[in-house]
């Protein structure tokens, strides 16, 4: 039997990784916020578009819970729908919606026990049969990777980088350092490719 404790954590470690996706958007512009950054797409809107999708459906439809008002764009068959944001598809629409789909999740986080059971029918069948504590530990992971990405975009975006807004947790240093350092790695690479 798993403690408070351990549900508490892990809601803790949930709801930082929440609220640094969140900042990651913070002083951008629309299309900053929207632009494709890597090969595959990668946005930062489109990052919060996708958790909403993966808490809705991990806290949701695997506890036999009903999604009230499902996003319209989690009942389409397109390719990543949920990995970018149209035109029409405010900032703050979004950012509500992922707002409410907290207060779901939270709902069926504190409602269930940690070993309470559920089933992941998109899973392989040998691995299906879950309860809420695996479930926790593999949405906080899941969004923990894609706010590292959104790091990621935002440094390639306007140079920001960090934890948190009152967290770097970078190594300080000024404009000048950060240059002097990325030329060291890069003569580093570059040496190294020549050995």
Request: charged letters at 30%; proline letters at 4%; hydrophobic letters at 40%.
């Amino acid at each position: 039997m798993t403690s408070v404790q351990d549900k508490d954590d892990l809601q803790r470690y949930l709801q930082s990784a929440r609220d640094a996706l969140l900042w990651k958007l913070e002083g951008l512009s629309e299309y900053e916020i929207r632009r494709p950054m890597t090969h595959t797409g990668t946005n930062l809107l489109g990052l919060v578009k996708h958790m909403i999708g993966v808490e809705l459906g991990y806290f949701g439809p695997v506890f036999g819970r009903r999604v009230p008002d499902l996003p319209q764009w989690l009942r389409s068959d397109e390719p990543n729908v949920d990995m970018w944001a149209r035109a029409d598809e405010s900032r703050d629409f979004i950012l509500d919606t992922y707002r409410r789909t907290w207060v779901f999740s939270d709902a069926t986080i504190n409602e269930l026990d940690l070993d309470a059971p559920g089933e992941v029918k998109t899973w392989p069948l040998e691995l299906r049969d879950v309860t809420l504590h695996q479930v926790l530990v593999h949405v906080v992971t899941e969004i923990h990777r894609h706010v590292g990405h959104a790091d990621i975009v935002r440094e390639m975006i306007d140079g920001a980088a960090g934890l948190r807004s009152d967290n770097a947790n970078v190594a300080p240093g000024d404009q000048a350092w950060w240059a002097e350092y990325r030329d060291r790695l890069e003569q580093a690479a570059r040496s190294a490719d020549h050995a």
